[in-house]
């Protein structure tokens, strides 16, 4: 039986918008394009094309993996971030808007007076290296390491670190936060851990509770303040940064009493508190203060 490009769309919009996970109508052709090597513009203006069997069968399991919750970036391999693509896969978490912040917010920092001409970057918890490989291209002159305690998401980080051509500027390296790296050498380090406190996980997603990797999602503690395990470690080992030293976290909703407190217990200022367009507390921007 032949099928028509505005056939399969008709027959995947309709199964999308019965899914309990509300996806949107227009991956039915973001999935098509994956499936024929064509952009999204490509498969709406071409209705009418008549497509072989084994493409629209292709795109039948496609759309099955989609409707059982597998996220669209996954299948389609790749999400925007900054206004770049970068892939992404189940080895890594999918990069988030809300994260832009923390790009915008290193920008502002490298483009003051108190930044050097050509800052030495950390990005903690890399994933898959949109935070490290943006700040490369938005800052040539710096230089930077990427780190994750996951071997599997550096292997992706190096693809977009070489699909980039940024290879030359940023290392990866294979640790636990802070471990193993001389932390007082960098000028500014960013960071974007797991914050979702596992008792959270009732109310996501099963896009997220089932597919992206708990390790980066979820942070390993409990309670009233449950989501900050790892700012809590993060902040412990900042007292090996170099005063003058920039440190900035993404943090979730709710958690910015928790996090003021532990950066002062470790003798952290709070200098900048950048919200999302939610007006939610986002990024914390804090300074070793100089002695």
Do not use: K
């Amino acid at each position: 039986m032949a099928f028509t490009v505005d056939d399969l769309l008709a027959d995947a919009r309709a199964r999308l918008a019965a899914a309990p996970f509300a996806p949107a109508p227009r991956e039915a052709a973001l999935l098509l394009g994956r499936i024929l090597g064509w952009s999204e513009a490509q498969v709406l203006a071409r209705g009418d094309r008549v497509l072989p069997a084994a493409a629209a069968e292709r795109f039948a399991a496609l759309l099955v993996r989609r409707l059982g919750g597998e996220p669209v970036a996954y299948l389609l391999a790749e999400r925007e971030f900054y206004g770049r693509p970068f892939h992404v896969d189940n080895r890594v978490l999918i990069p988030r808007p809300e994260s832009e912040h923390l790009v915008e917010a290193a920008l502002v920092w490298a483009r003051s007076a108190a930044a050097p001409a050509a800052p030495l970057v950390l990005d903690v918890g890399t994933g898959s290296g949109c935070l490290a490989v943006t700040l490369a291209l938005e800052l040539p002159a710096a230089s930077l390491v990427a780190s994750d305690l996951s071997v599997a998401a550096l292997a992706v980080a190096a693809g977009n670190v070489r699909r980039h051509a940024v290879a030359d500027r940023v290392r990866l390296a294979a640790c636990d936060l802070f471990a193993g790296i001389e932390a007082g050498v960098f000028d500014l380090v960013v960071s974007n851990p797991p914050y979702v406190g596992r008792g959270e996980a009732p109310a996501l997603s099963i896009e997220v509770v089932d597919h992206e990797p708990a390790s980066a999602l979820f942070a390993d503690d409990e309670g009233p303040d449950a989501g900050i395990a790892a700012y809590s470690r993060l902040l412990a080992g900042a007292g090996r940064l170099t005063p003058g030293t920039r440190l900035m976290l993404e943090i979730g909703r709710g958690q910015l009493a928790a996090v003021r407190r532990r950066a002062a217990a470790s003798g952290l200022q709070v200098e900048r508190v950048v919200d999302d367009y939610a007006a939610i507390p986002r990024v914390v921007v804090l300074r070793r203060p100089e002695r």
